[in-house]
């Protein structure tokens, strides 16, 4: 059963080119439902509805929440049809199988001040300062993705027209505007922290590491960033996609046309844009409560 497994996460890889995080995401909801299938003692191909159910509610009772589980729900479902179309079963037991409704809860963002105090963190004299400013000015700038941010090339921003490109989901490329200051810090940063870090090693990533002069990964950055929120002092949980969340709503708070967010953004569908105008109901409400005089 694992060769099926490996051979559905190739096709997902290949055929479908689903991004490796995805790829290695679902790969762990595959695990899951193989160690729950052997707790059955059963093979995962010969597993029901009522076996899948029993599955999402384990999955429910772990305290995972409900958009991870609706992803292990659309994981399973293609799991089987894949197993359909290629002979090993004859109907898809998970092919109407329902994910748990997703809370609707609004996303986490900086105020300007925040934002302000954690740009003003890092140690500029220093190359791993100057490099952690130049990534966090570029993150607040362009509101990138993390895989997205890491993964940037020197090629990849044109410093002089003031943008840069990225592959986000799907492979999917688009331009993203960078702001003049972000770009000014970039170019500091070319100029005298990467050559520092690099030790004339070759390196096809803008950002690298302070040591070895590899390039960051996710985990990498989000501890980079975490370390700087301490020391801001902000005990609320800080990461990248904070950062990302804080860059579209504090366009929006100032007039940015929701569309032009979606596209900066890379998302494909304007309704999961439309959350960050969620988070500017609940401002207005806020400030509508405090100073009405009757509220």
Request: net charge positive; aromatic share 8%; hydrophobic share 40%.
């Amino acid at each position: 059963m694992s060769a099926l497994v490996d051979a559905y996460l190739s096709h997902l890889a290949v055929e479908r080119r689903l991004s490796p995080n995805t790829v290695e995401s679902y790969g762990r909801d595959l695990s899951h439902l193989q160690q729950f299938a052997a707790g059955l003692d059963r093979p995962v191909a010969d597993l029901d509805r009522r076996g899948l159910e029993a599955l999402v509610r384990q999955l429910m009772g772990e305290g995972r929440s409900p958009t991870s589980v609706a992803r292990a729900v659309a994981c399973f479902r293609g799991f089987y049809r894949f197993l359909v179309v290629s002979g090993h079963r004859i109907v898809n037991p998970a092919d109407d199988l329902r994910a748990p409704r997703a809370w609707k809860t609004l996303p986490k963002f900086l105020s300007v001040d925040e934002v302000d105090q954690l740009l003003a963190a890092p140690d500029t004299t220093v190359p791993r300062g100057l490099r952690d400013r130049a990534l966090i000015e570029v993150l607040y700038a362009t509101g990138l993705r993390v895989s997205e941010l890491i993964n940037l090339k020197p090629q990849d921003v044109n410093l002089e027209s003031g943008y840069l490109t990225t592959t986000g989901k799907g492979r999917k490329q688009r331009l993203v505007p960078l702001g003049d200051e972000a770009a000014s810090w970039v170019v500091r940063y070319l100029q005298e922290s990467r050559p520092a870090l690099l030790k004339k090693r070759p390196s096809p990533r803008l950002f690298v590491n302070a040591r070895g002069g590899t390039g960051l990964t996710r985990v990498g950055f989000w501890k980079i960033l975490t370390a700087y929120g301490r020391q801001c002092g902000m005990t609320a949980s800080l990461s990248p996609h904070v950062l990302r969340h804080s860059f579209a709503t504090h366009l929006l708070d100032r007039g940015a046309d929701l569309r032009a967010i979606q596209m900066m953004l890379g998302h494909s569908d304007l309704s999961t844009t439309q959350i960050y105008t969620h988070v500017l109901e609940a401002r207005l409400r806020a400030v509508y409560d405090k100073f009405h005089p009757r509220s």
